[in-house]
């Protein structure tokens, strides 16, 4: 009895505790807005959002211009890519985002733009370059860069647009398939969610990387998935992929629509399915029961020789390099679906969170 009131308390006081940590939290939680004003000395026009809510809380202002350290890169922004990780001004995520207001106030990671000043210890880069990377604060006219981090050349030829839209997309892509499905030429891939942002990259790194790959999507995006390198489509509204008797060696699975048994009975003995992270198709709608899903998965998976394997991106400029070069050879491109205005970033937004998109949603700057 007494081991029973001792957990009882031990309870009740650790509740108490946590709802008072998430009631100062909440009514504890700023941000950096007031700090953007009215007047600044050297405006330049960027994406701001102060509180949650819909796309409209986007709103276009004049800031003060970014003034590069000593080991940074001052970027004027030709293009920038919208990712479903853009949308934390939603306020689903609010855990990591701010529960009562978002830390970060800036939105957008993509970039592709010209080097136009550098602080005085960067050497690998020099002013005209044309440069493509990843850093938070990218839908602005400017935005500084560390010199190592996720910023490397652009290549030739690969215009600003299509640049711009592949950081993010293509890395999560590329380290999904290459790290963690551990991806080896002649094997087969299964990609569902082929036409979408990650998936138009992963289809063309599997088969850059000497994959067959099997492309998952819905009619309208069929030749789409076939035009950039897919062996096989399947189309999802006229067959399951998971009642077919195809075997793979690799699943890269962007929408995980399926339970994990149905998903084990294609995979080859040693196979893996990489459930690409929860800034896949689940970012916005149903994010809480996705991640349960792949904790299941994964969990019941450490006791089988099949593998299932979640993962978050991680932007680094190794992986921008072997992404350059393969953009460059021709191996990867980007594949755009809309293209947009800055002071049309809300509309963006609106269409991507409809979940249609064929390839990437790009905001031009002009």
């Known amino acids: 009895m007494k081991i029973?009131?001792?957990?009882?308390?031990?309870?009740?006081?650790?509740?108490?505790?946590?709802?008072?940590?998430?009631?100062?939290?909440?009514?504890?939680?700023?941000?950096?807005?007031?700090?953007?004003?009215?007047?600044?000395?050297?405006?330049?026009?960027?994406?701001?959002?102060?509180?949650?809510?819909?796309?409209?809380?986007?709103?276009?202002?004049?800031?003060?211009?970014?003034?590069?350290?000593?080991?940074?890169?001052?970027?004027?922004?030709?293009?920038?890519?919208?990712?479903?990780?853009?949308g934390m001004h939603t306020g689903r995520a609010r855990i990591v985002s701010g529960l009562r207001k978002p830390k970060l106030t800036r939105a957008g990671t993509d970039?592709?733009?010209?080097?136009?000043?550098?602080?005085?210890?960067?050497?690998?880069?020099?002013?005209?370059?044309?440069v493509f990377g990843a850093k938070t604060g990218a839908f602005a006219e400017y935005i500084c860069v560390r010199d190592d981090r996720a910023i490397v050349l652009k290549p030739a030829n690969v215009t600003f647009e299509e640049a711009g839209s592949a950081a993010v997309a293509a890395i999560t892509a590329l380290q999904g398939l290459r790290d963690k499905g551990k991806l080896q030429a002649g094997q087969k891939v299964l990609v569902n969610g082929a036409s979408?942002?990650?998936?138009?990259?992963?289809?063309?790194?599997?088969?850059?990387?000497?994959?067959?790959?099997?492309?998952?999507?819905?009619?309208?995006?069929?030749?789409?998935?076939?035009?950039?390198?897919?062996?096989?489509?399947i189309d999802y509204t006229k067959e399951d992929f998971t009642k077919t008797d195809r075997r793979y060696d690799v699943i890269y699975d962007l929408v995980c629509n399926h339970s994990f048994s149905e998903r084990r009975q294609i995979?080859?003995?040693?196979?893996?399915?990489?459930?690409?992270?929860?800034?896949?198709?689940?970012?916005?709608?149903?994010?809480?029961?996705?991640?349960?899903?792949?904790?299941?998965?994964?969990?019941?998976?450490?006791?089988?020789?099949?593998?299932?394997?979640?993962?978050?991106?991680m932007l680094n400029q190794k992986d921008m390099t072997e992404l350059a070069a393969l953009m460059q050879s021709g191996k990867v491109k980007a594949v755009i679906d809309r293209t947009y205005k800055l002071n049309d970033l809300a509309a963006a937004e609106r269409y991507l969170q409809e979940g249609h998109a064929r390839g990437k949603v790009v905001v031009t700057l002009d």
């Open 267 to 313: 995979l080859n003995p040693n196979g893996i399915c990489v459930m690409a992270g929860v800034g896949g198709s689940g970012w916005h709608d149903g994010i809480l029961g996705r991640m349960a899903g792949e904790l299941y998965a994964y969990g019941r998976s450490r006791f089988t020789s099949q593998k299932f394997v979640t993962y978050l991106a």
């Open 196 to 233: 979408g942002g990650v998936g138009t990259f992963a289809v063309q790194i599997a088969k850059a990387y000497g994959a067959e790959v099997t492309g998952v999507c819905s009619a309208r995006n069929v030749d789409l998935v076939k035009s950039i390198g897919a062996d096989h489509v």
């Open 111 to 130: 970039f592709a733009g010209i080097v136009e000043a550098i602080g005085k210890d960067v050497t690998a880069f020099k002013p005209g370059d044309e």
């Open 4 to 86: 029973k009131r001792v957990l009882k308390w031990s309870f009740l006081v650790i509740l108490i505790v946590l709802v008072g940590w998430v009631f100062v939290a909440y009514w504890t939680s700023t941000n950096d807005c007031d700090r953007y004003t009215p007047t600044p000395n050297n405006p330049m026009k960027a994406i701001v959002y102060c509180e949650y809510g819909p796309p409209e809380v986007l709103q276009l202002k004049e800031i003060e211009k970014p003034t590069p350290a000593d080991n940074e890169v001052l970027v004027k922004v030709r293009a920038a890519g919208t990712n479903p990780l853009d």
